[in-house]
């Protein structure tokens, strides 16, 4: 699963991240943050075991075994607001953006007559 | 999409297809037999729409687009039971398999004494 394909959008409130997961449910990803500006996934797609000894296999392209991504995260990602979501094997991370600096209010400066 | 992978398993009753199809629903695929002996998979995975103007592409690895797949059935597959079901972004399609020809009693010929 090493190559798990994932497009990653900004929106002009949070950056959101689609991963291809199929045959992963919520309870087989886990979504973590690392040194508070890395995102990083990671997960396990098991082969599903053969009671029947007689199975013959034919064709085996889907990759298994464990995934593990990360993704540096911008300066203003908020790592505190970040939620995952599961679904038709689609993981979507969701990171909000901080927001940006409160603009300082110019300051006057008095002109003094001379 | 159009590396989807998949893996083909043979059971001693029925043929197993399992084809990765992430942010694809039941209703996105078309499952079809060509010929009485091709199995045909179909669907396509759409971009979705941004309403939003502001949206900044950052990574696009996903596929997306048409579909199509074709798998040779093998002569003993009975293409009047086939079932699919898609969870989890992958699609199983199971081909049943035809009994076996029934083998016919050896016929006994009865020596007369000459």
């Given at each position: 699963m090493a190559a798990t394909p994932t497009d990653v959008k900004e929106y002009p409130n949070a950056f959101v991240f689609k991963i291809d997961v199929p045959g992963l449910k919520s309870d087989q990803l886990k979504v973590q943050v690392e040194d508070d500006n890395t995102l990083v996934v990671s997960g396990e797609r098991k082969r599903e075991k053969e009671k029947d000894a007689g199975v013959n296999y034919i064709r085996m392209e889907r990759r298994l075994g464990k995934y593990l991504k990360k993704f540096a995260l911008p300066?203003?990602?908020?790592?505190?607001k970040i939620s995952a979501v599961c679904q038709d094997g689609v993981l979507t991370v969701t990171v909000e953006k901080k927001p940006p600096p409160e603009h300082k209010k110019p300051k006057t400066i008095e002109v003094n007559v001379a």
């Open positions: 300066e203003n990602a908020n790592t505190e």
